[in-house]
C-alpha cells in the first residue's frame, strides 16, 4: 500500500477533524502518501482530492465538523456511481480506503469492497453511538456533554417557572444519547426507540411526580422515541389530561453535532486513526476499527453494520431509581 485515502461520510460528529489529523500524520510516520477526499463518497466520484502532508492537518483536532465535508451520496448507492469512484481512485493511485462515518457509510465502503477487492477500513463517527463492535463512536462523548450543558440551563428557567419541559434530543433509531444525558441531566423520564413506555405511564409518572412535590421536570424524548407522537403534540396532549401541568419544549437539533471535541472523542479518535493505517498496512481489509474495554479492536463491516447495538436495561432501572 502506497497511497491511502480517508474521507468523512454521512451525519458529521465532532471528532472527525481529530480522525483525519491521525489518519494523515500515522500515514505521514509510515511514508506513505495520504489524500483527502472532499464530500466523501460524492467527492471520489467526482475525483474532488487533496495531496495531504502531517502540516496540513495542523489546528485541527480541536475543531468540530469535518475540515474534509461530508455528504450523503445517492449516487455511490448506483452500480454507475461506484464505476465512476473506482475508475477517480486508480488514476489518482489511491489503493486504500479509510472511510469516518456510520452504518451507512460503511455499506458503501463494504459494497465497494466486495466489487472491486478495494481495501477498506472504517472508523465509526457519529453522534449516535449505534454502531455495533466499539463502546464508543466519534462525537457521541461530545454529543452527551452537550446535550447536559443545554438541559441544565433549561433546568433554571424550568425551575424558575415550575414547568415541565419535553426536551427532544436525536436518535432516530438510537435512545443512546436520551438515556445517558437524561440520567446525567436528573431527567424524570426518558423516552426512547427501543422501549415503548406508553402514553398512560407517562401521565402517571408526571402524576406522581407532582403528588411528591416536585414543581418543575425535565422529559429527555429521542427522536425516534415509540409513542409515536412529535413533542409538540405530547405538549398539547399532556396538557389537556394534565392541566395543572405548564409545558414548553425544546427541540434541541443539529446543535448536538457540533462543538468542540471532547477529550475523550479526541484520544479515540487518534487511537483509532493509528489502528486503521496499520491495519491496512498489515494487508488486513474490510474492517471497522473500534474501542471495547479500552482496547482498540477489529469488527468484520459487515458485522459492525448488522449487529445489534443494545441499550443497557441497568441505565433504564438507574433513570427510574432516581427519579422518585
Ligand atoms: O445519524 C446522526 C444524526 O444526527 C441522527 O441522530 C439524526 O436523526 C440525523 O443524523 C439527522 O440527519 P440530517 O443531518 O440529515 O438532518
Redesign the pocket.
Known sequence: IKKIGVLTS??D?PGMNAAIRSVVRTCAYHNIECIGIYRGYQGMIEGDFLEMGARSVHNIVNKGGTVLKSA?SKEFMTVAGRVKAHEQLIKAGIDALVVIG?DGSFTGAEVFNKEYGFPVMGIPG???NDIFGTSHTLGYDTALNTVVDVIDKIRDTASSHNRLFFVEV???DAGHIALNAGIGAGAEEILIPEEDMGLERLLESLKKSKATGKSSSIVVIA?GDKIGKSVFELKDYVEANLPEYEVRVSVLG?M??GGAPSCFDRVLASRLGVKAVESLLEGKSNFMVGMLNDKVSLTPLEQAIKGHTEIDRELLRVSEIMSI
Request: charge should be positive; aromatic fraction near 0%; glycine fraction near 26%.
Open positions: 454521512g451525519g460528529s450523503r456510520g457519529t453522534i449516535d436525536m436518535g432516530r427522536e443539529h448536538q453535532r
